[in-house]
């Protein structure tokens, strides 16, 4: 009946939307842990922002006490300050300096040095007295010893006047927040137009091409596509915190800028991509624990389901091989019927061009005698008998079907031989000298007449095949009944 290639045909159904299934469920996985991962890599970014953030605004601060502070220095002026009070503003100043990371004040005009907290005035005034609110990096050992300063000039009274505050970076960069980053980073404060102004010392990656080639924007432009880093100096002269990814001289980096807001100035972060790696490991850990154990999950689910497809795909292909079946077969005989027949073997010769096979035709004899003198029930008896005797009589593989009232066909497949031609037709012969049906009180001995042709010495097509078996039962039935007379037999022409 076609079960081989059906069955086929509904595994490979059945494999199709396994495979399906599984390809959904994998996708579905898959953009769970790319997402986790994504999601990974911005925290870990959006972490070295805050740290920015954090470091940027303490920074401010700094430079933000120094207005304060300045401010108030100023008011010892305002009324024009005798040479005898100075001391007071040492005073002032020193306690100003206690009380935060400013190492040293000084107060100046055009005409020098007016006071200094070191009361030594040694240092360049031409650098510091500008009359411009601004911070720089100066070059002077801080209150560490540390050759990390920076000063910030602070102007008042219209200018007239400035306060210079020196901040020790190496100070500040103690009381910035702590991260397990210092050794793979660099921390600097830069100009505008990229140069390096100064490092914090607490940073220890140092050696960084970005701090030796003293210019951090020419840098992060050769190292990183134009577009990109357009956006990022955007960010910069906005105001904003940015953020981008570069890579210079084999270096990767991850670079972020945020603005001071004095003297255009502004404070670099680099972090190395191996760092940015652990940090995204460290937030990805969850999600990948998370994913491992969906993943156990999700294949549970999936066999779980896929046994459940198999038993219910199983049980659905039965059902649906039985209801083929009944569809094909004669219920009387438990045989092919003749449609079933009919198809069986046109698949045959039409999958086996290069095959031989025999056809044989058989009417049993004087069957409406039988039902007319020993009834209809008795009839059916003796064609229940003969479906199941024949089809245990040959091979499985063989075709026997039930074509009409009481018309059997017989397709032998593979007759490749004469001899077994021969045989066969003997083997049939003598299966009808001892066949009997009915039960234990009557025995009927029924006969057969039988026509038989050869594919495809005597046909190639199954209309044609058959036509010329029927011709050979004609011939038999002519001849007397009870015999087997093949199609191309020159005895009964």
């Known amino acids: 009946m076609g079960e081989g290639k059906t069955q086929k045909t509904h595994w490979g159904e059945f494999a199709a939307a396994l495979f399906l299934f599984i390809a959904v469920i994998a996708f579905f996985f898959i953009s769970f842990v790319r997402s986790g991962n994504e999601t990974a890599i911005t925290q870990a970014q959006q972490k070295q922002v805050n740290y920015e953030t954090v470091w940027g605004g303490q920074f401010s601060e700094e430079i933000y006490k120094a207005k304060e502070f300045g401010s108030i220095v100023a008011s010892f002026y305002d009324a024009g300050l005798p040479r005898s009070k100075e001391s007071r503003v040492v005073s002032c100043l020193n306690n100003i300096i206690n009380n935060s990371f400013f190492y040293r004040i000084a107060i100046c005009d055009e005409s020098g040095v007016l006071v200094d907290s070191q009361e030594d005035g ?26 990390y300063s920076m000063a910030i000039n602070v102007p008042v009274n219209d200018g007239k006047m400035n306060i210079v505050f020196f901040l020790d970076l190496a100070r500040v960069s103690e ?16 100009k505008k137009d990229g140069s390096i102004c100064c490092i914090f010392p607490n940073f220890a990656d140092k050696e960084s091409e970005y701090i030796k080639s003293g210019n951090i924007l020419t840098c992060i432009s050769e190292g990183s596509k134009r577009e990109k880093f357009g956006i990022f100096k955007s960010e910069l002269y906005k105001g904003t915190t940015s953020e981008i990814y570069c890579e210079y001289n084999g270096e990767k980096r991850w670079i972020a800028g945020l603005p001071l807001g004095i003297d255009d100035l502004y404070l670099g972060f680099g972090i190395k991509d191996s760092q940015m790696k652990k940090e995204k490991d460290f937030f990805f850990k969850d999600t990948r624990g998370l994913a491992i154990r969906l993943g156990i999950a999700l294949i549970g689910f999936g066999i779980f389901v896929s046994i459940v497809s198999i038993v219910i795909f199983n049980k659905n292909v039965a059902k649906k091989k039985n209801l083929e079946n009944k569809a094909d077969t004669d219920l009387l005989t438990d045989l092919y019927n003749k449609a079933a027949t009919e198809r069986e073997i046109q698949e045959y010769i039409a999958n ?32 229940r008998t003969l479906g199941k005797e024949i089809r245990q009589e040959f091979r499985l ?40 049906a009915g039960g234990d009180y009557v025995k009927y001995s029924a006969t057969a007449s039988i026509g038989a042709a050869i594919y495809p010495d005597d046909a190639d097509t199954f209309k044609d095949l058959y036509v010329a078996a029927d011709q050979a039962l004609y011939k038999a039935k002519k001849a007397g009944k009870n015999q087997l007379v093949f199609f191309n037999d020159k005895k009964n022409q």
């Open 122 to 147: 040694s240092f360049d005034t031409s650098m510091v007295y500008t009359g411009e609110d601004r911070a720089f990096y100066y070059p002077s050992k801080g209150q560490t010893g540390k050759d």
């Open 175 to 190: 009381k910035l927040l702590k991260s397990n980053l210092e050794d793979s980073s660099f921390l600097v404060l830069f």
């Open 352 to 383: 086996n061009p290069d095959g031989r096979a025999l056809m044989f035709i058989l009417d049993i004899d004087n069957f409406k005698k039988v039902n007319d003198t020993m009834g209809h029930a008795f009839g059916d008896t003796l064609l």
């Open 397 to 436: 593989t063989d075709i026997i079907g039930r074509t009409g009232g009481d018309e059997f066909i017989i397709f032998l497949k593979d007759i490749n031989d004469n001899l077994i031609v021969e045989r066969e037709a003997n083997r049939l012969t003598r299966f009808f000298h001892d066949f009997k």
